[in-house]
């Protein structure tokens, strides 16, 4: 994570979708719509760390990684990995996560 350059980005007030924070926002608002269908809307905060986990271990289209992965710059162990027989290996190797925070952005 060193490697990535913290940058401004100033973006428009009226267009909230180009800013990271609103569209991390609108992504946690579909997570929670799906989470919650069904059910009463009025226990959200029951889905929220599923959500989150959810979110946190879904590979991004722009690195081919997961958020926890680029965090913690390992895989994180989970028992059906034990089980799968293509389960990833839990190292990443110094090449893999280059290639991943070298990726551009979509």
């Known amino acids: 994570?060193?490697?990535?350059?913290?940058?401004?980005?100033?973006t428009s007030i009226r267009h909230p979708s180009a800013n990271p924070a609103e569209r991390y926002m609108s992504t946690l608002a579909q997570y929670m719509r799906v989470a919650l269908f069904g059910k009463d809307h009025?226990?959200?905060?029951?889905q929220l760390a599923d959500v989150d986990i959810c979110m946190n271990e879904t590979p991004h289209l722009a690195t081919g990684?997961?958020?926890?992965?680029?965090?913690?710059?390992?895989?994180?162990?989970?028992e059906w990995y034990q089980v799968l027989p293509n389960a990833?290996?839990?190292?990443?190797?110094?090449?893999?996560?280059?290639?991943?925070?070298?990726?551009?952005?979509?």
Do not use: M
């Open 1 to 10: 994570l060193l490697k990535i350059i913290n940058q401004n980005i100033h």
């Open 42 to 46: 009025d226990l959200w905060y029951d």
């Open 65 to 78: 990684l997961t958020p926890v992965t680029l965090f913690l710059g390992q895989r994180v162990n989970r």
């Open 88 to 106: 990833p290996q839990l190292e990443l190797s110094p090449a893999e996560r280059d290639e991943g925070l070298s990726k551009p952005n979509c």
